[in-house]
């Protein structure tokens, strides 16, 4: 296992002032700007319970653990896995049984939450950061770094900086896990250009596809 150690630090464009508190990877509240507590999180050692709503119910992390273990099955051979499906079929649920998958195995890794799109180039040094530990990247909700722009939303900043950052990760011969929602998502948040940028994404970087259905 990888014994990493985050600092507080300015100096280094890598560690752009983070640091580790619980196990979990937190980003300091600057002035004028919400707190980014939570957009990612770094674990090397194995959590219970303390992940919030990630945390799956006894019979959902039955159901979603197959699927981390088929995740984690397809990245012996394969750099990068694309988990997709429509709104509470697992997809969040699977990537939490990926992690303690990970942390058996002796894989350090980092956990990013997509809902976060107000630190582009502080997320893309993160990245950079697991590329250089040689740490796998799980980012969860990766479609929403293409939803269609707003007064609010500034996904675009987001794949300006993200996305060269995964393809440099990628590059690396390091490894990455994205999840999205299904096509109605996209109907109703995106647009057809985004959705075919997104694709197009997906498909240069030759991702092993795996999509979740509804289990009820």
């Known amino acids: 296992m990888s014994n990493l150690e985050f600092k507080h630090s300015t100096s280094d464009p890598l560690r752009p002032n983070i640091f580790v508190q619980n196990r979990e990877l937190f980003i300091p509240r600057s002035a004028a ?12 050692s194995r959590i219970m319970g303390d992940t919030g709503d990630l945390v799956p119910s006894s019979g959902e ?8 273990q088929q995740i984690f099955n397809i990245l012996h051979d394969n750099k990068f896995v694309w988990l ?3 709104h509470d079929t697992g997809k969040s649920s699977a990537l939490y049984g990926l ?4 942390f058996d195995q002796g894989t350090s890794y980092i956990a990013i939450n997509g809902h976060y799109l107000d630190r582009p180039k502080r997320i893309a040094n993160i990245i ?3 590329s250089r530990s040689g740490s796998t990247v799980l980012y969860d909700s990766f479609d929403y770094n293409f939803k269609r722009p707003s007064k609010t939303n500034k996904s675009k900043h987001n794949r300006e900086q993200v996305l060269p950052s995964l393809r440099e ?4 011969g390091n490894k990455l896990v994205v ?11 995106s647009n057809s250009s985004l959705t075919e940028e997104f694709v197009s994404f997906i498909d240069e970087l030759e991702a092993t596809s795996l999509e979740l259905f509804d289990k009820h």
């Not at 992390?61 to 981390?68: A, L, T």
């Open 179 to 189: 999840t999205s929602h299904g096509q109605d998502w996209f109907d109703r948040m």
């Open 128 to 130: 950079r950061w697991a």
């Open 169 to 172: 990760h990628l590059s690396g």
């Open 61 to 68: 992390f039955e159901y979603s653990f197959g699927v981390s």
């Open 84 to 86: 997709s499906g429509d």
């Open 33 to 44: 700007t919400i707190s980014t507590r939570g957009i990612a999180e770094y674990y090397n």
């Open 99 to 102: 992690r303690q998958i990970l």
